[in-house]
């Protein structure tokens, strides 16, 4: 059995192995000279994780200031804000330093993203939740520091962070003065940092894993390619037409928000040649099920029922199950749906096929792009219960394991 056939149905990604059994870590061969800026240590990524950040908030946890920044941080939103007054010196100075845009951002591109996101952001919307987010639950490190940290015991709360950030990314001016992708990847650095304070403190995350720390940069750019990587090759796989600029504006978005995350520039693939050889050494390997994987996938897919009582679980358990493939779907125990399984497996693609033959009426693009807007406002409206969301530093680790 092929590593390929087990997950036929997501393109570039291989698999866990036959069983299912994270196979063991291969030695990091990944070079630097494909990277962004081409030239590096060389360093294991495993072994790296962000210590500008993480001495920041160690220090934050030391003299009990977390809730404070974190009140502070609350009504700093877009990219161009001034930072709030009365903020520790150290933070004030991480920020503003962190805030900026790397040397080699390409602004061009980045205004060709939002042309690319204006008429592919519906099958993105898709492969970002159904797609990416469930593929979360079948990467053993990933699931078990959100099942033991603090996300865990708020899931809905979580999944709206994590939306948010999938959401800015997209919009017009995204890393711009009126965008707020900036402002929301450093809200998440500070809450990797957390994370990786708060963690090693707790005796389940310890007793679930092989790591001393969570969320190294290879953690990073695992996620990262479950994100970025996937939805590019689920978009070839589709069929949907990718010009070269498309294509250089969507990998350049997610080579800026792996820089502001704190991600070391020799680890962002160059091109998505690079990004396809290093998702092959980090991601497909380790892809395999777990029980907190498991757990979360059931939660994930039962949110909405608390408000349409179960209508839609079964779209969802199809997309899930057409967006990853047979082997994930089944990992993660989704059931397998007799009517909207072959719908969704007959019917996608004509959809895509008519929605890419209309794109070259006139305002085709805007209008498409507005219904999608209405479509991804009204899912964060849902799972924000209608609040502003704001990414804030946990200061403790799931209640329930104690």
């Known amino acids: 059995m092929s590593r390929r056939s087990l997950l036929r149905g997501s393109s570039a990604l291989g698999a866990a192995g036959a069983f299912g059994i994270i196979m063991p870590a291969a030695a990091w061969t990944w070079s630097p000279t494909s990277s962004v800026i081409g030239t590096g240590s060389g360093l294991d990524p495993r072994q790296v994780w962000d210590d500008e950040a993480d001495t ?14 974190n009140e502070l941080l609350a009504g700093w939103t877009r990219n161009g804000q001034a930072l709030p007054a009365g903020l520790p010196a150290d933070v004030r ?13 390409d602004q ?3 205004t060709r993203a939002f042309s690319f996101y204006e008429r592919r952001g519906l099958y993105l919307g898709v492969l970002y939740g159904l797609g990416s987010g469930m593929m979360s639950c079948v990467i053993p490190r990933e699931a078990k520091a959100v099942y033991y940290s603090a996300g865990g015991a708020e899931m809905k709360e979580r999944i709206d962070k994590t939306a948010k950030l999938g959401y800015d990314i997209g919009v017009r001016d995204a890393f711009g003065p009126n965008g707020q992708m900036v402002v929301t990847c450093l809200k998440t650095r500070l809450t ?9 403190q707790s005796s389940h995350w310890h007793a679930s894993t092989d790591e001393a720390r969570p969320i190294s940069q290879a953690d990073i750019m695992v996620t990262w390619h479950s994100l970025a990587t996937f939805s590019f090759n689920k978009l070839t796989a589709w069929g949907v037409p990718m010009p070269s600029a498309d294509s250089a504006a969507f990998l350049h ?7 502001l995350l704190g991600v070391a520039d020799e680890y962002i693939p160059a091109t998505w040649s690079d990004a396809n050889a290093q998702s092959r050494q980090v991601l497909d390997p380790i892809l395999a099920p777990t029980t907190e994987g498991v757990a979360l996938a059931k939660i994930l897919l039962n949110l909405a029922a608390e408000y349409d009582g179960g209508l839609t679980k079964p ?17 993660l125990q989704v059931p397998r749906e007799p009517v909207t399984d072959p719908l969704v497996k007959a019917g996608w693609p004509p959809f895509i096929a008519f929605r890419e033959a209309t794109m070259w009426i006139p305002l ?13 406002l009204g899912v964060r409206f849902f799972l924000g219960e209608g609040k502003v969301t704001n990414i804030t530093m946990p200061t403790g680790n799931n209640p329930n394991y104690t």
């Open 364 to 376: 085709a693009p805007q209008g498409y792009w507005l219904f999608d807007e209405f479509l991804r």
């Open 93 to 105: 100075l991480f920020l503003e330093k962190a805030r900026k845009l790397p040397t080699w951002t």
């Open 108 to 110: 061009a591109k980045l």
């Open 56 to 69: 920041l908030v160690a220090a934050l946890f030391a003299r009990g200031e977390v809730d404070r920044v």
């Open 253 to 259: 978005l997610w080579q800026i928000t792996a820089h």
């Open 192 to 200: 990797h940092a957390a994370v990786r304070h708060l963690l090693p």
């Open 315 to 331: 779209m969802l358990h199809s997309f899930t199950r057409f967006c990853l493939g047979e082997q994930i779907a089944d990992w």
